[in-house]
């Protein structure tokens, strides 16, 4: 069983940064791929980002390619989203999920992801 609990969301200003931080329980952690998802109101889940168990893959959505940058330390088991110049339509919650089966392939499909945390709010103000 793995339970996943995000933190640092929150209110920040158009250009801004936050990063948000998924803590992981479990043993098998660093066997995991890792992402990171956001739903906006009224909206469908959406995938973010993700990083293979190694980190040496990432895979980001078009909307943040070079603006966010997901990362892990699995001697923590925590993987990390830092998000720059954002902008106001990445406000949304935004979720980190555990894939704990097969490898690491594109793209990213959410449903193969088993393991959720409850979200964290990103809002962006213009």
């Known amino acids: 069983q793995v339970q996943l609990v995000e933190s640092g969301g929150g209110l920040v200003q158009a250009g801004g940064s936050l990063r948000l931080s998924c803590a992981a329980s479990g043993r098998a952690f660093s066997l995991y791929t890792m992402a990171w998802f956001c739903q906006a109101p009224g909206k469908e889940r959406q995938f973010v980002a993700a990083?293979?168990?190694?980190?040496?893959?990432?895979t980001y959505s078009e909307s943040v390619k070079g603006r966010f940058t997901i990362s892990r330390d699995n001697a923590k088991k925590t993987v990390y989203l830092q998000m720059n110049s954002l902008k106001p339509e990445d406000t949304a919650v935004y979720y980190c999920?555990?894939?704990?089966?097969?490898?690491?392939?594109?793209?990213?499909?959410?449903?193969?992801?088993?393991?959720w945390g409850q979200g964290t709010q990103v809002t962006v103000s213009s």
């Open positions: 990083i293979s168990w190694s980190s040496d893959r990432t």
């Open positions: 999920a555990a894939r704990s089966s097969g490898t690491y392939s594109t793209p990213i499909d959410l449903r193969e992801f088993d393991y």
